[in-house]
Nanobody, 121 residues
Framework: QVQLVESGGGLVQAGGSLRLSCAASGLSVSINAMGWYRQAPGKQRELVAAISSISTTVYADSVKGRFTISRDNAKNTVSLQMNSLKPGDTAVYFC???????????????WGQGTQVTVSS
């Protein structure tokens, strides 16, 4: 069965950095598209970043230039490097698997439990 487990969240001050990791089982990150979503209190879940099997990437405008998505095929993990964090980045971050179609990322209904990121001002 496909399972995704996020880790790396925590409390950081504005301007700081965090690196989130998603450990996948039951699938290979090398041949699947993977994505990171986040959900802040009172808001809907939104796509933060995604990466295809050929390393095509997409980013939300709000994080472009600050966040970087990558994968480690040997470890079967996907990471999200978050730099220059802002209080507005505070949310629960979720890992997903899916695919790219016509240049857009579409997740499957498989999610990890999420990891909390809190950025203080």
């Amino acid at each position: 069965q496909v399972q995704l487990v996020e880790s790396g969240g925590g409390l950081v001050q504005a301007g700081g950095s965090l690196r989130l990791s998603c450990a996948a089982s039951g699938l290979s990150v090398s041949i699947n598209a993977m994505g990171w979503y986040r959900q802040a209190p009172g808001k809907q879940r939104e796509l933060v970043a995604a990466i295809s099997s050929i390393s095509t990437t997409v980013y939300a405008d709000s994080v472009k230039g600050r966040f970087t998505i990558s994968r480690d095929n040997a470890k079967n993990t996907v990471s999200l490097q978050m730099n220059s964090l802002k209080p507005g980045d505070t949310a629960v971050y979720f890992c997903s698997t899916g695919g790219f179609y016509r240049g857009s990322y579409y997740p499957r209904e498989v999610w990890g439990q999420g990891t909390q990121v809190t950025v203080s001002s």
